[in-house]
């Protein structure tokens, strides 16, 4: 006979009954094609840590791989368009001194 109250697993099989954070992979792999690269891959990588961290019990590290998908994904748009306003002035400044 135990003193101590059998330990809380959450919902059926184990699982947290708790849904886990947002993955934000969508947003990972849009980034990646449409913005910045580099930037993006570290986006999918984070999300596609999120779930496995989350059923093994991480709790914690589900969170933060989560909010640092998120983070990425904001870093690799941001990077994307300026990269793209970037392109944008040169090409008009190229295409007016050409007429001059």
């Given at each position: ?32 094609l449409f ?63 050409g007429n001059s």
């Amino acid at each position: 006979m135990s003193y101590y109250p059998p330990p809380q697993h959450g919902g059926p099989g184990g699982y947290p009954s708790a849904p886990p954070p947002p993955n934000n992979l969508v947003w990972a792999i849009l980034t990646t094609l449409f913005c910045c690269l580099p930037a993006g891959v570290v986006s999918i990588v984070f999300a596609a840590q999120v779930n496995s961290k989350w059923q093994s019990g991480d709790h914690a590290g589900a969170i933060s791989a989560s909010k640092n998908a998120k983070t990425w994904a904001i870093v690799s748009a941001v990077v994307g368009l300026l990269g793209i306003g970037v392109y944008v002035v040169i090409a008009v400044v190229a295409a007016s001194s050409g007429n001059s």
